[in-house]
């Protein structure tokens, strides 16, 4: 398997829930990357890893938290989710924190109700 | 932070025609990537511009980088249903925060 693999591609959740997004890459970056994708927007960068280590947190509330075991693993886990944040989350990689070219994964469809 | 302009932000056209799109900038440039999101993936790289008045081709796809390098277009020949997506240009920001910076996006439909 290559490339950036994004579980689950769908998931609806309620406001009370937790749940977790999954994001591997086989591709032996050291920068990985959540990004969210909502309609007539920018792609909004949320948090960055190099080297599993955190080096971004773009003001994110704290219901989104990140975790990156390793390298090739990265997660971000939701609670306490408003309808706002519906949206397409994309997990990235890419060889170096900047100026390479990311590679996205499929992204998760996420729906808050 | 730098910010991009991309134009037309939705496009739809019959297949065999042709079409550009922009990316503009108040800021120059350092280096441009144009990515293509097709419906239900995610960005896909397509090209990277670096040098001032570059052109870079991909089959039918023609990515100019302005002079000044503050603008950048794509062009496509003879559209085909499968360049649908959305066009994406991306750049490192030079406002210094060492970013990247997304357009919003170009929507390309090519009906067939």
Known sequence: ?113 | TQLLEQSPQFLSIQEGENLTVYCNSSSVFSSLQWYRQEPGEGPVLLVTVVTGGEVKKLKRLTFQFGDARKDSSLHITAAQPGDTGLYLCVSLDQGGSEKLVFGKGTKLTVNP
């Open chain 1, 1 to 113: 398997e290559t490339g950036v693999t994004q579980t689950p591609r769908h998931l609806v959740m309620g406001m009370t829930n937790k749940k977790s997004l999954k994001c591997e890459q086989h591709l032996g970056h050291n920068a990985m990357y959540w990004y969210k994708q909502s309609a007539k927007k920018p792609l909004e960068l949320m948090f960055v890893y190099s080297l599993e280590e955190r080096v971004e947190n773009n003001s994110v509330p704290s219901r989104f938290s990140p975790e990156c075991p390793n390298s090739s693993h990265l997660f971000l886990h939701l609670h306490t989710l408003q309808p706002e944040d519906s949206a397409l989350y994309l997990c990235a990689s890419s060889q170096d924190r900047y100026n390479s070219p990311l590679h996205f994964g499929n992204g998760t469809r996420l729906t808050v109700t």
